[in-house]
């Protein structure tokens, strides 16, 4: 763990070892200590800790808080011996507000000046192997701001959870069967007919209307000829399915991967299908008396689990549904070692992840080892209005146009910078400016900022980085310095909970407090030592900028 968390650990400890000495002096009468709270204040003023302990104990010692609070205090200060503490205040009715040291702030930076790129970095979840999944869009068409959205709190989110120790399988799953599939293939065939000459033909009722479509099928006849109007209809639609599949997949690749994002396995929802999965799940759940037919379908007793209906597993025409493969493969990944799953999925699904869960159960795997992050939607803004159309599809705006249009470092932060759980609104006039009001601009103008002082320097930096422990007197050091030592707590919070959205937010206050810096404190034109320890805390901050735009997918440049 890193200097703040052992810290903090270690105030909470002292304050426990306070209380027991004073039990041993028959100071104190509680005979257990209760849980009590370590929180930053907002304001600074009320130190960099307080603590509610004496208000706590001021019920089961029955004395006054603040008169309890300075008892407490000198318990404290008779244990602690760490130097980390400068001094205790009480405030108030009783609140015990504590403030470090100035050679406590020196540490943070020694630390990152040793651990560099590494500094944040931890084994909290060493033990988990964990499959991520997201995205997931029907290779049938082109990816959206949704599809994007998801991308992006995906791909942070794995780094979080890797830089916290944990084992990360980034998963895309291909829907290439099952009804979506049959539609496709068979508005791909209207499509194919109509671009050879053919008038009037009934589009299906599902059918998919997008016009990345007749690009498609234009492209396969342009490439391979008419020869397919000569076939049955059959051969025709598997044959433009296998196409067109292999076009839209390289398609979501390629924008993936613009988008700095790369899987570590595909995975067909036909494996599903022709590898006998669903029949060994429907097996599973027959043995365990929780299937029976009735007009035909095979039903899943989904009310014996808390469900309102039950559910069909096999149509009537002996076809297995969505939900049965959706069981199916996620039995595939507890069979594959995974003891977490964790799903990224649209809000629409929010009624699928109850039912998911008791499946799990139902088949003999952790309910809770299934965890589902919800994403609401993402509403586009250009010149103060809400942008629905898309030159390409008519319909959506696509992540290749979004790239085209902000680039990716914007449209990775925008997309990752509020929780999954609430409404988007993308600004793409404020995603391409080059201000202030521009959080990824800001933050990678401190970042380049700190590297146009370090190109300055009349000789390298590294002779400057002595053994020394750096010390800090203005507030705005201490700010930048006490700041730089909270990311492992970030990262922790942000993997535990599952929000990304922590680390956005975290770079933008570093890079705030950087610019607050270097409005107020010369580096280079400085007497020497304290040209030295300046020189420590921008480096500091230089690492642990470039750390966390790593992890955000974001690019640090040396230059702006």
């Keep these: ?65 603040r008169e309890l609070a300075i008892i407490l205090v000198e318990l404290y200060k008779e244990v602690d011996d760490t130097n980390n503490i400068e001094k205790i205040e009480i405030a108030g009715p009783g609140f015990i507000n504590m403030y470090l040291s100035d050679k406590y702030l020196g540490e943070i930076v020694s630390e990152v000046l040793i651990q560099k790129n590494d500094y944040g970095h931890n084994k909290l979840l060493s033990d988990e192997k964990i499959n991520l999944e997201f995205v997931s869009a029907n290779p049938t068409g082109l990816l959206h701001m949704g599809n994007a959205r998801g991308a992006a709190i ?151 689990m808390g469900e309102d209906k039950d559910e069909v597993m096999i149509r009537n025409n002996g076809l297995p549904t969505y939900f049965a493969a959706d069981i199916a493969y996620h039995k595939n990944k507890y069979d594959r070692g995974f003891n977490k799953l964790i799903n990224i999925w649209g809000a629409d699904h929010h009624g699928h992840v109850a039912r998911m869960k008791r499946a799990m159960e139902a088949i003999g795997y952790s309910a809770e080892g299934l965890e589902v992050i919800l994403m609401q939607l993402v509403r586009l803004y250009k010149n103060g209005e809400v942008l629905r159309m898309s030159k390409r599809t008519g319909t959506y705006v696509t992540l290749e146009e979004l790239l085209d249009e902000v680039g990716k470092d914007a449209a990775r932060y925008f997309f990752v910078m509020r929780n999954p759980d609430s409404h988007l609104d993308f600004d793409m006039d404020l995603a391409k400016s080059e201000s202030a009001d521009n959080p990824v601009y800001y933050i990678q103008y401190a970042y380049a900022r700190i590297s146009s002082i370090l190109r300055n320097l009349d000789k390298p930096v590294e002779e400057f980085l002595d053994g020394k422990e750096p010390m800090y007197t203005l507030v705005i050091e201490k700010d930048l310095a006490l700041k730089i030592g909270e990311l492992e707590k970030v990262l922790i919070d942000a993997g535990i909970r599952r929000e990304p959205y922590r680390i956005a937010t975290y770079a933008l206050e570093l890079a705030t407090l950087f610019h607050q810096f270097y409005s107020s404190c010369r580096v280079l034109n400085e007497e020497e030592e304290v040209k030295k320890n300046r020189l420590k805390l921008i480096v500091a901050t230089k690492y642990t900028l470039e750390n966390i735009l790593g992890i955000l997918g974001v690019s640090a440049p040396e230059r702006m």
Excluded: C
């Design 154 to 304: 995906g791909d942070t989110l794995a780094n979080v959870l890797k830089v916290l120790g944990a084992e990360v399988t980034k998963e895309y799953y291909i829907n290439d069967a099952g009804n979506q599939i049959e539609n496709f293939g068979k508005s791909l065939d209207v499509r194919f007919r109509e671009a050879l000459g053919e008038k009037d033909i009934e589009f299906p009722e599902n059918g998919y209307h997008g016009a990345d479509i007749l690009e498609t099928v234009k492209g396969y006849i342009k490439k391979n000829g008419d020869g397919l109007i000569r076939v049955s209809e059959e051969e025709r639609v598997a044959e433009l399915i296998k196409y067109s599949l292999s076009e839209k997949l390289d398609h979501i690749k390629t924008y993936l991967g613009k988008f700095g994002l790369v899987y570590d396995v595909w995975y067909r929802e036909s494996t599903i299908h022709n590898s006998g999965a669903i029949k060994e799940t429907m097996d599973t759940l027959e043995a365990k008396g929780l299937l029976y037919e009735n007009e035909g379908a095979v039903w899943l007793k989904t009310t014996s």
């Design 1 to 65: 763990m890193g200097i703040i968390i052992n810290l903090e650990k270690k105030i909470k400890e002292n304050w426990r070892k306070g209380i027991s000495l004073g039990q041993e002096k028959s100071l104190l009468s509680l005979s257990n200590i209760p849980e009590f709270t370590l929180e930053v204040p907002k304001d600074k003023k009320n130190g960099d800790y307080a603590t509610n302990i004496a208000m706590l104990l001021s019920k089961i010692e029955k004395k006054n808080p």
